[in-house]
């Protein structure tokens, strides 16, 4: 248990669904992160919110959308995807300026599948 | 830019063997770096990290010594298990617009057999 929630596990859709993850953290930290883990390529980072403000999209189409209520919630909303965004998307946060620097904890994932 | 290359796996080993998994890193500045560990079916977690040159970082066994004169931070462990079957990631991290930036290696996968 890392105290990084995500939800659901596992997503199957169809190009033309929408649908949501949902992260949660209940650690008190201050920044959010949304990372893809495709099979055989890096972790990209897609978005991350510091203190609820997002202060990075990496050039993520805008069939993704993310969403950060609060500080220990974080949405991506998901429409109109394609096949090759079938994923596992990882959800991360971290205590900015304590120190710790790039110490993230990581939710299990979502397992993401389009069809 | 930043960016993190690690060996290609998998690496194959018998139980007991000895472990390496090379990284190297291009940075400007003076990153700090990490090891990440993925169990199956689970995110990644921190195993290990070092912030400076010439630290030495170690969990469960594990080592891996920041070396700035050639840029990399090699993971050891001296003896495997087969409960250190996972894939491991090597990460620097940069800080930019205030927050922590990871940027990972494509990890390496390592299963260890009876």
């Known amino acids: 248990e890392t105290g990084v929630t995500q939800t659901p596990r596992h997503l199957v859709m169809g190009m033309t669904n929408k649908k949501s993850l949902k992260c949660e953290q209940h650690l008190g930290h201050n920044a959010m992160y949304w990372y893809k883990q495709s099979a055989k390529k890096p972790l990209e980072l897609m978005f991350v919110?510091?203190?609820?403000?997002?202060?990075e999209n990496n050039s993520v189409p805008s069939r993704f959308s993310p969403e950060c209520p609060n500080s220990s919630h974080l949405f991506l909303h998901l429409h109109t995807l394609q096949p090759e965004d079938s994923a596992l998307y990882l959800c991360?946060?971290?205590?900015?300026?304590?120190?710790?620097?790039?110490?993230?904890?990581f939710g299990e994932g979502s397992r993401l599948t389009v069809l | 830019g930043d960016s993190v290359t690690q060996m290609e796996g998998p690496v194959t080993l018998s139980e007991e063997a000895f472990l390496t998994i090379n990284c190297t890193y291009t940075a400007t500045g003076y990153p700090s770096l990490f090891w990440y560990v993925q169990y199956p079916g689970e995110g990644l977690q921190l195993l290990l990290k070092?912030?400076?040159?010439?630290d030495k970082g170690s969990n469960k066994g594990f080592e891996a010594t920041y070396r700035k004169e050639t840029t990399s931070f090699h993971l050891e462990k001296g003896s495997v298990q087969v409960s250190d079957s996972a894939v491991y990631f090597c990460a620097l991290s940069v800080t930019s617009g205030g927050y922590n930036k990871l940027i990972f290696g494509a990890g390496t996968r390592l299963a260890v057999h009876p």
């Open positions: 919110y510091n203190f609820k403000e997002q202060t």
């Open positions: 070092a912030t400076k040159a010439d």
């Open positions: 991360a946060s971290s205590q900015v300026s304590s120190g710790r620097a790039g110490e993230l904890f």
